[in-house]
């Protein structure tokens, strides 16, 4: 049972241009939501957050949209740089589940200079 | 301040054998996460850990996994007569209060012979 979805695989942009990338989740009980982005080798670095109360969050370059009546998020990069290029996953937590994250599956972000 | 800390990197075990993985979190976090990537997957929650007790094991297999965090020491993942289908990327994180604030180790590749 996937509660995390990110159904794109891949997404190839070029540099300067926006990234968006996409998520939907199915259960009712989460309302907090995080981007990772993860290089090969390496650990998910945190990139951003958004509480259920919001709908929109930004830090820099970064911006994450929360549209809970659709359970959909999504992950704004503006402008896109080659050094984004990465994997990027979402996940959500439920108040109830002592942080316990629930991942997508990931999405490969490719920016082309 | 070192980040969450996790060793050994890579790890090569025939089937049958035991697989140790210790995961150091970021000083002053007292809350461990296991999480597990299998190819191609996003991260897949094992289990939660504070000083001396198990939170939430929901997600750890039933049989040859058991994890735990001692007081003194890092949290060690251990597993038991490994199979071809734990072959995986284990990650740790780490978080100060037991929330949504996660920081993950570089992780540790499995890989079963």
């Known amino acids: 049972d996937q509660q995390v979805k990110q159904n794109s695989p891949s997404l190839s942009v070029q540099e300067g241009r926006i990234s968006i990338l996409n998520c939907d989740y199915t259960?009712?009980?989460?309302?907090?939501f995080l981007w990772y982005k993860k290089y090969p080798a390496e650990g998910p670095t945190f990139l951003i957050s958004i509480s259920s109360i919001k709908d929109k969050n930004e830090d820099g370059r970064f911006t994450v949209f929360l549209n809970k009546s659709a359970k959909h998020l999504s992950l704004h990069i503006v402008p896109s740089q080659p050094g984004d290029s990465a994997v990027y996953f979402c996940?959500?937590?439920?108040?109830?589940?002592?942080?316990?994250?629930?991942f997508g599956q990931g999405t490969i972000l490719t920016v082309h200079p | 301040n070192a980040g969450v800390m996790q060793n050994p990197r890579h790890l090569v075990r025939r089937r049958g054998q035991e697989a140790r993985l210790r995961c150091s979190p970021m000083?002053?976090?007292?809350?461990v996460y296991w999480y597990r990537q299998l190819p191609e997957e996003g991260l897949k929650f094992m289990v939660y850990?504070?000083?001396?007790?198990?939170?939430?094991e929901s997600g750890m297999p039933k049989e040859r996994f058991s994890a735990e965090f001692p007081k003194e020491g890092p949290s060690i993942l251990r597993i038991q007569q490994v199979v071809r289908g734990d072959s995986a990327a284990y990650f740790c994180a780490s978080s100060p209060q037991g929330n949504n604030e996660q920081f993950f180790g570089p992780g540790t590749r499995l890989t079963v012979l």
């Open positions: 996940a959500a937590s439920g108040s109830t589940s002592y942080g316990k994250l629930t």
């Open positions: 850990l504070q000083k001396e007790n198990i939170i939430d």
């Open positions: 259960n009712s009980m989460f309302d907090y």
């Open positions: 000083k002053g976090h007292s809350h």
